[in-house]
């Protein structure tokens, strides 16, 4: 098979994947998700964030940041404060309630992984794994972007 034709199988079979995980999801759930990823973020820091800091990490604007904060504040996962040592900073932390729903979420993703391997089988998972690495490796030193 050729390169081009590859090519395309690659990126066919990764659309592919893309859309039927995102079928799982309704307009709803997708904010929500922007909402779990300052979650697991501001979870495997372990330390208050700056806003800032998780627009960068999302890639995305202040403004979009700012409004996902507003409703994961008004839905209690979350706390904004001002820095004591800086009081022009504002300061994010997790609540209990956050904590609860980060590690709750984070649990039914793990056994939906471990339901996939399952189906898999070790073999195949493992060689996903090596090639999802590579491809990571590749895009991260090479700079290719699809």
């Known amino acids: 098979m050729e390169k081009s034709q590859l090519a395309d199988d690659v990126l066919r079979q990764t659309a592919e994947l893309l859309f039927n995980l995102r079928q799982k999801h309704t307009a709803a759930d997708a904010f929500f998700k922007g909402e779990m990823f300052i979650l697991n973020y501001m979870a495997r ?61 984070s ?12 189906e898999l089988g070790e073999d195949d998972a493992r060689t996903y794994i090596r090639i999802a690495g590579r491809i990571n490796e590749i895009v991260k030193t090479r700079g290719i972007e699809i």
């Open 45 to 105: 820091k372990r330390t208050a964030v700056l806003p800032g800091e998780l627009s960068a990490a999302m890639n995305s604007s202040s403004a979009r940041i700012a409004m996902a904060l507003r409703s994961m504040e008004q839905k209690g996962y979350i706390r904004r404060d001002l820095d004591r040592s800086d009081r022009r900073k504002i300061l994010v932390t997790i609540t209990p309630k956050g904590w609860e729903l980060q590690r709750s979420k």
């Open 107 to 118: 649990s039914a993703m793990r056994a939906a992984a471990e339901a996939l391997v399952g």
